[in-house]
């Protein structure tokens, strides 16, 4: 070989390794799907972003993240789920709809699957139990219908008079339903109460449902629901029009003009999220991280909303509460 060829050869082999190293590799991509809309989950996205950042992973920096917001329609869940899958995600974050978790737990048994719900994963056949879910899924659950019956007491505790209460579940989230039904009429009873239930799933339904607990009496209402998270405005609305103290399930719906919420963090239980998903990334399985439930629960209240429906907030109330907003 003469020198010159030589050298060419051997100058070519040279820039392969300087072309390879030029180029990054690709990030992971993370899906998020979820059945509510994107402006309506600002603060709980806020918490999960927070979570990822203490496993090191920053949005836009070393990870990217594929969203999909059913916007409350349910049915555009399986497809939204398949869609992901195809994209080959690396992990999915998924929520806001029980069943939306068992559309991506049937599109994939090989993603890592990392859900948030307030139902009970293990009743609801989502893991095998808390400590060892099992296969590709775990996740964080807010315990929603131990929940409702303690909303229930507080909202008697405001309303001491009161002897009918309502309730508002979603027919196209059976197992948050079926659980509030069976739960919140034990507690009422043990408080001398009666409750009737109302379904929706639309806002017009949502609407004729708060105007019927209205006319048949209920002192005040009760919803667990992300699709009533998604219409936290038309209900706020609707309680002052009727004048019917409602406590749904997140601090947000406060902020919006519910009277009270009780629960789990929400912006707490989705930083608990965003780290597993971050844990996943960095090579950790599902099946070995036990799902998370709520340590930090919150007790807040609107007096501005309480003052406007006509309610004197004892000062034992005001005491226990973690936040008053006025």
Known sequence: MRR??????????????????????????????????????TGPMGGFHRGLGETGYVE???VAIEYHWADG?????????????????????????????????????SIPIVFTTNSDPVANGIVASLNRPGGNVTGVTGIGGELMPKRLEAL??????ATKFAGLVNPANQATAQDAMQRVPIAARRLGLEIIFFQASTETEIEKAIVSAANQGASGLLADDPYFESRRDQIAALSLRYMLPVALSSRES?????????????????????????????GEKPADLPVVQPTKFDLVINLTTAKALGLKIPESFLLRADEVIE
Do not use: C
């Open 156 to 161: 008697h505790e405001l309303i001491p008079t």
């Open 60 to 62: 836009g920096r070393n």
């Open 254 to 282: 406060v902020v919006a003009g519910m009277l009270m919420f009780y629960g789990a963090n929400f912006v707490d239980f989705y930083r608990q999220a965003g780290i597993y998903v971050g844990r996943i990334l960095n």
């Open 4 to 41: 010159r060829e030589f050298i060419t050869l051997l100058g070519g082999a040279a820039t392969l390794p300087l072309t390879a190293s030029a180029q990054q590799p690709a990030m992971p991509v993370i899906g998020v799907l979820y059945g509510v809309s994107a402006a309506k989950w």
């Open 73 to 109: 329609e349910y049915d555009r869940m399986p497809a939204m789920a398949a869609d992901l899958v195809k994209r080959n995600v690396a992990v999915i974050l998924v929520g806001g709809y029980l069943p939306g978790v068992r559309a991506v737990m049937a599109a994939t048994r």
